[in-house]
């Protein structure tokens, strides 16, 4: 299927069950074991995915161990290239197909997961240039007696562990510096959230890659992907999703001394000042919680207003609130879908009315009777909210926002890092001097002044504190994690050796 899909025969895409992709083919787990795969919008039963557990995960890593070393680490990287490139092309020509999968799957609108498969074409786009023109080494000559230089070497069987939010872009994220910098893959998805990375297998054995490079296992985090971070010959975890998770990922990978990346969770603050641009802040204020359904680690999920703009502000926001469009994630218009499963909707539901006996007063908009069978959390606004409740200091991960006054700068710094976490965070004055210095002040991974969510690939993307440890992107991802610098010491003249044990 080709992006001559349309909004009008999209809904006919067959979606059959799922096997997995081990050794360049594509099989059933071991056990034979399925689970079944839900849709958001409607609860109703969408496929059957196979159940890969710890049989399935040793298949996969033999797999990737042997075609790394016959076949792909030394493998020139122009030869390299081309597939990496070409993964990118097939993307591109099967986008409409992924974002349909994807909002299917999960829930997102149309209109989101269309921009995250592009997205995910650019990615592979962005390593394949990255590792022909950056991955390269250093010399440094010592006098006129040795010569050192450093070569950069993947490191062999890599696992990545992904998440369910926006599975598609985030497995892509991983998958393309990993293999470009010549690393053999086994992913394992959130079991949430398969179509899209049984699509990303089809379409990477589309493109010919030597078997065994690339693998994909489904199952759960306590079989499959414990499997897979114990493994010995694993050289690598990399890992996003929420925190307990990631802890549990680096303690089970330290007895066979992994590297990890973990991207975690996050409570973001967004601070608005009292000169700030409303319209603009409001727009992004808007965009960074309420798109993705609110599933997304980097969201303003803290609003701190100033109190000489709080009241003007809070009626913006609750106009704006009660105009987003909710509805069928299928939908081009639909702006807010379905949360990705019933207990996430109920614990996300659960913080709402936590949020009333905390003393927030909750204004929400409305989900129209025809999608209650969905699991709907309307866009929520919870107000005259402190730090320290609760709803302010856990991470809630939906369409809901507390919004908090604060008067001075020093108080709404103080605040703002009052939190074990430290993804993300914004601040909004048209004071750039006070801008950047309430951006270095805050502790976070990453600060936008004036803008919202924006990415730059080949920027540090990760955290502090409770929200990762690691960097991805850039040449964050091909030098700090997916290769092993080496060093080489040649030496060029008749340098001084100690002559140990030798008859004077």
Known sequence: MTNSITEHSIREVIVKDISLYINGQFVPAKTGETFTNVNPFSNEHINNIAAGGIDDINEAVASAKKAFDTEWKDLEISERMKYINKIADLIEEEAEEIAYLEALDTGLPISQTRSQAARAATNFRFYAKMVETHLHGQAFPVEKE???????????????????????????????????????????????????????????????????????????????????????????ISFTGETVTGSIIIKNAADSLKKTSMELGGKSPLIIFDDADLDRALDATIWGIFSFNGERCTSNSR??????????????????????????PLDASTELGPLIETQHFNKVKGYIELAKEEGCEV???????????????????????????????????????????????????????????????????????????????IEAGMIWINSHNTRDLRIPFGGTKASGIGREGGHYAIFEFYTEPTVIHVAIGDHHIPQFGKKS
């Not at 998958?175 to 049984?198: D, M, Q, R, Y």
């Not at 000489?308 to 609750?318: A, N, P, R, S, V």
């Not at 919870?382 to 908090?404: H, K, S, W, Y």
Request: with cysteine; net charge negative; glycine share 8%.
């Open 146 to 236: 040795f010569i050192n230089y450093t070569l950069h070497r993947p490191l062999g069987v890599v696992g990545l562990i992904t998440p369910w939010n926006a599975p598609f872009m985030l497995e892509t994220w991983k998958v393309a510096p990993a293999l470009a910098t010549g690393n053999t893959v086994i992913l394992k998805p959130a079991e949430l959230s398969p179509l899209s990375a049984n699509k990303l297998a089809e379409i990477i054995d589309k493109a010919g890659l030597p078997k065994g490079v690339f693998n994909v296992v489904h199952g759960f985090g306590d079989t499959a992907g414990d499997a897979l971070v114990k493994h010995p010959d694993v050289k690598a």
């Open 303 to 328: 609003v701190f207003v100033h109190k000489k703009i709080k009241d003007e502000f809070i009626e913006k926001l609750k106009e704006r609130v009660a105009n987003i469009r909710i509805g069928d």
């Open 363 to 441: 204004f929400q908009g409305t989900v129209p009777v025809q999608f209650k069978a969905g699991n709907y959390v309307p866009p929520t606004l919870l107000l005259n909210a402190t730090n320290d409740m609760r709803v302010c200091q856990e991470e809630i991960f939906g369409p809901v926002m507390a919004v908090i006054e604060f008067e001075h700068e020093d108080e709404v710094i103080a605040v703002a890092n009052d939190v074990k976490y430290g993804l993300a965070g914004f601040v909004w004055t048209q004071d750039l001097t006070r801008g950047h210095r309430v951006a270095q002040a």
